[in-house]
């Protein structure tokens, strides 16, 4: 199993260990595989899938039996649902006993086969070929998490099938017809031409297809608006003039009204698993995509099936029309969201709007920001400001909170030498923040910062458009400034947008992470959410 992961290009193993594992774990330390103890399973789950999604290889994760396992499972489902390919690995039970043992002994191919693209088991004479299947599940379109189970009593045998054939592992490895063959080739640059008003909706699988510069060009030649999808975030630099926003995060009523003005609208890698509320658009739509439209969320007039970046490509090569969209039209519709972004601040106070806005122009383009689930993903998800792919990570999929920080530390593990933000709210931090220990050990530098409203306000906020009180969503303030130095980090409360700005601006050290509570004046999600 490690000569195949090590043979795949996978540098690092996330996890917890329990008996079960640890012939597994010498196996990989013997193999020169970096091993991550999360600070539990979620966690280090978490962080495979961060892994996987920066580097569009499998994230590995590692747990023990029973406890290991099911706390295992929710960041194998976030890897389902957000579609990064990961391979879960769970000890178990020696064979004999798995059928009529009880002491922690659940059956992993039940528990995993609904969160998992495939749930199974290794054996000495099965290895291999369960090892070669496991990874191209987990990277075929669309990839996802296969659970693998290793009993006791076979984990440190030697595999009878020991000879490594890697299957491929690009994403759009063969898999796809040519553009030049495609039946819809003709048929796109028909309706193109007809548009006046056509929109690209840019989603997960364009990010995964590195679609990016074919992306830009067809938006630049045709002129046409890019909007794309939150876990989509910097597949277009959103600086540039052919960029309208994010979809589903704040100011969604007027990015779906955007769209609803649409006369063609080109969907491409978009997944509706980012979907949160039902589709409402009826324009004529282009299905671009690695798999063809089964969701039928939307009713595809055209589908071209294959290789994201060749299809862009080939559509842009065979334009000869004008730019269907001015720039001042996109630069317009651009300023109304940003305006529309800004509604509800409060002068005088600490606004999330902010704290997004102080901390991106303190940090250079090439950052990486990772956000957490609540109401402060909403606006970092439209505020802030992506230039280049993969830069972005939020769960957008399963929208399990506890995901920014454990994917800021990867972030930082796998890119040392580029800033990273962790975005996260009061909530979502308390869930994970025993993680703040292992970045210090690791010498990684993340920022950390805290949206503190002593809130779930999301959730809160549904409370109160019902008129309902705040029952159960309310929490105590974590004292960051002295959390944060017993974690071996750096940590300060912040009050306003000054001292904000101020903190970012000074020296700090270059190993542990800076955790910064800002002390949020929560009115603006009200007035916007
Ligand atoms: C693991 C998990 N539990 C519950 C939820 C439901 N939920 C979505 S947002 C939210 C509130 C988050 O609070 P906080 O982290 O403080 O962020 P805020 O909304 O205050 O910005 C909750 C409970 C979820 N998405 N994930
Ligand atoms: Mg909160």
Known sequence: MV????????GHVFGYPGDPNVEFMEAARRA????????????????????????????VCMSTLGPGSSNLVNAVAN????RVPMIAISGQIERKREQTFTHQVLNHDLVFSPVSKWATRVAPDTAGHVMRKALRIAMAERPGPVHITTNADVVGMDAQDATIALPPMAVAHGEFKLYSNSPGRAGVQEMLKKSRRPVILAGIAAQR?????????????????????????????????????TLDMACNELMWRFLAGCDLLLAVGFDAVELIKPWQLSVPTVHIDAVPNTDQVYPAALELVGDIAAILEGITSEWGGEARWRAAEARAHRD???????????????????????????????????????????????????????????????????????????????????????FAGDGGLAMVQGELR???????DPLVVVFC???????????????????????????????APAMGCEGAMVDDAAALEKLLAGPRPADRPLVIGARIDPAQYTAQF
């Open 3 to 10: 000569q195949y992961l090590k043979a795949a290009g996978i």
């Open 32 to 59: 020169g595989l970096q091993f991550v103890l999360g600070r539990r399973e979620g966690t280090a789950g978490l962080m495979a899938e961060a892994c996987g999604f920066l580097t569009g290889r499998p994230g």
């Open 79 to 82: 890897a389902y649902l957000d």
């Open 209 to 245: 297809a590195n679609a990016h510069e074919a992306l830009a060009k067809l938006a630049a030649r045709a002129g046409i608006p890019v909007v794309v999808s939150p876990m989509a975030k910097g597949v277009l630099a959103e600086d540039g003039e052919w960029y309208a926003g």
């Open 336 to 422: 109304a969201l940003r305006s529309a972004y800004y509604a509800g601040r409060v002068a005088g106070r600490l606004n999330p709007t902010d704290v997004v806005d102080t901390v991106r122009a303190a940090l250079p383009r090439e950052a990486i920001a990772t956000s957490d689930v609540g109401s402060h993903k909403l606006l970092v998800g439209q505020g802030w400001t992506a230039y280049s792919p993969r830069s972005v990570l939020m769960s957008n999929g399963l929208s399990s909170m506890g995901y920014s920080l454990p994917a800021a530390i990867v972030a930082k593990l796998l890119n040392p030498k580029r800033p990273v933000v962790c």
């Open 438 to 444: 292992l970045a210090a050990s690791l010498g990684l």
């Open 453 to 483: 409203d002593n809130s779930l306000n999301r959730i809160e906020i549904k409370q109160s458009n019902r008129n309902y009180p705040s029952w159960g969503t309310l929490i105590d303030e974590t004292d960051f400034a002295r959390l």
